[in-house]
């Protein structure tokens, strides 16, 4: 009897998923907050003080991944930050942390793209180069991960998806505090390196390497253009 063909990508500290089960009806990719409050000038990651060339930088990387995806019919889940408008969904420490910065300014507050990091707003929304599709899932999530209060697990249970590449900003934070959530839960993650950054490289240094730091501790982690290489033999 022939073997049945085994499919992984070229990772770190192994190659992934480890199982070599990659399909494309198991495998979600979750493209975390590209939004315009992360990515241009005037929204909430400028008013904190922070030059966006390293979120600008992945976005050809993202839009490439995106593309294969999507023509493989990899179910994509796109995530945004964000508050209710009346700041509701909001802790005080929080308020109190974003403004702590040179400008003043945190969230709730009014800058060029609006309220920052406010739903409905226009720093809100995902930027034009990864916009999503019809019958892509958006997930709007109040906090960090995108896992607490919001339905994404939901969604991934009912497609089946049991593997998870992830990529978005920024890694240290919200990219990182996802990824830990969804190891919780029991799904094999793939951090993709270059489709990702953070406010500062030496974070997204160390928060990539504490991805794959004992064996694996939360999963692997790939460069795009071997997670490319990698979906393509699935066609």
């Known amino acids: 009897m022939q073997d049945k063909p085994r499919h992984q990508i070229l990772a770190n500290p192994y190659n992934w998923p480890h199982d070599a089960s990659l399909h494309p009806s198991t495998t979600a990719l979750v493209i975390i907050d590209m939004q315009r409050d992360f990515c241009e000038p005037g929204g909430y990651l400028s008013h904190q003080g922070y030059d966006i060339t390293p979120t600008r930088l992945i ?90 209060h919001t339905d ?10 049991r593997i998870l590449i992830l990529c978005g900003v920024t890694t240290d934070v919200c990219v990182h505090t996802t990824l830990r959530e969804a190891n919780d839960r029991g799904f094999e993650c793939l951090v993709v390196e270059d489709c990702c950054a953070a406010s500062e490289t030496r974070l997204h240094d160390t928060a990539v390497e504490m991805v794959r730091t004992e064996g694996g501790v939360f999963g692997a982690t790939a460069r795009v253009g071997d997670v490319l290489e990698g979906l393509a033999r699935l066609c």
């Open 152 to 161: 994404l697990e939901l969604l991934l249970r009912l497609r089946g998806v």
């Open 59 to 148: 976005i050809p990387a993202i839009a490439s991944l995106l593309a294969k995806s999507r023509a493989l019919n990899i179910p994509i889940y796109h995530t945004r930050e964000g508050h209710r408008a009346d700041l509701s969904t909001l802790p005080p420490r929080e308020l109190s942390r974003s403004r702590a910065n040179a400008s003043g300014l945190g969230i709730g507050d009014r800058g060029p793209l609006g309220r920052l990091l406010v739903r409905g707003e226009a720093g809100h929304s995902t930027i034009r180069e990864l916009h999503p599709w019809d019958g892509e899932p958006v997930v709007e999530k109040p906090g960090k991960g995108a896992f607490a």
